[in-house]
């Protein structure tokens, strides 16, 4: 029997003006499992992403997250539900501190007041999920390309999710950042997280991915 799955599509239809970028897709993925999302340029990834985070509400179809209807309103909905989007381009803000960015938009602390030590030690918890080494103090915007994504990463974990969703990942990072960067998903994916994995190199898809669905 077949378990319900994290997360479920049915049937999405999207359109635009004079497109139909989605016709009744459906796309499905488990807990524990790393499932890539393929297609060509313009086959509709980014827009099937923005359907499932909320960004565009679909004409037709049905998601669902653990077994229950979810339409989230925006990306601030999605994440409430447990959903958590790295975009292709990292948008942190590169003049504050990694722990300033991991923190940015709810930092501890109460009446306007925040309190450092508490984001901190926070953000090096985040950090340390992925084993990762990295000075919370550094700027943002002083580390490698590589790096801030999987700032962002950590940043988008922080929120509880139990699905992470990254866009096209690996579009500016090497061949040893890419490598870093599928260990991080062995790893959340040995958690129990389900990852959807956007990208358009069959080789990489081959590498990390358990699935795949194709647009
Ligand atoms: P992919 O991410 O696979 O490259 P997209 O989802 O960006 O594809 O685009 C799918 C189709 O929808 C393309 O034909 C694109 O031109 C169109 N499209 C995407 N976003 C918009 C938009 N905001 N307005 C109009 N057309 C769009
Ligand atoms: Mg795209």
Redesign the pocket.
């Known amino acids: 029997m077949e378990q319900t799955p994290l997360l479920s599509l049915r049937g999405i239809t999207k359109r635009?003006?004079g497109?139909t970028?989605l016709s009744g897709v459906d796309f499905a993925v488990r807990s524990g499992e790393i499932h890539a999302l393929l297609?060509?340029?313009?086959?509709?990834?980014?827009?099937?992403i923005?359907v499932l985070t909320g960004v565009y509400p679909p004409e037709e179809g049905i998601i669902a997250l653990a077994g229950r209807r979810l339409a989230p309103g925006s990306p601030k909905e999605a994440e409430r539900a447990g959903i958590s989007t790295v975009y292709q381009e990292v948008n942190l803000i590169p003049a504050l501190s990694v722990a300033e960015n991991i923190s940015l938009g709810r930092q501890p602390g109460r009446l306007g007041c925040i309190n450092w030590r508490a984001m901190r030690r926070h953000a090096g918890e985040a950090l340390a999920r992925l084993e990762l080494e990295c000075d919370v103090d550094a700027e943002l915007g002083s580390l490698s390309v590589a790096l801030q994504q999987m700032v962002a990463i950590a940043r988008a974990l922080d929120l509880q999710a139990r699905l992470l969703v990254l866009d096209e990942p690996t579009a500016s990072l090497d061949e040893k950042e890419v490598a870093e960067l599928f260990k991080v998903m062995r790893r959340l994916r040995g958690e129990g997280l389900g990852i959807v994995f956007v990208t358009h190199f069959l080789e990489q898809v081959y590498a990390v991915s358990d699935r795949m669905t194709v647009?």
Not at 39 to 47: F, I, L, P, R, Y
């Open positions: 635009f003006p497109v970028a297609g060509e340029n313009g086959a509709g990834k980014s827009t099937l923005k647009l």
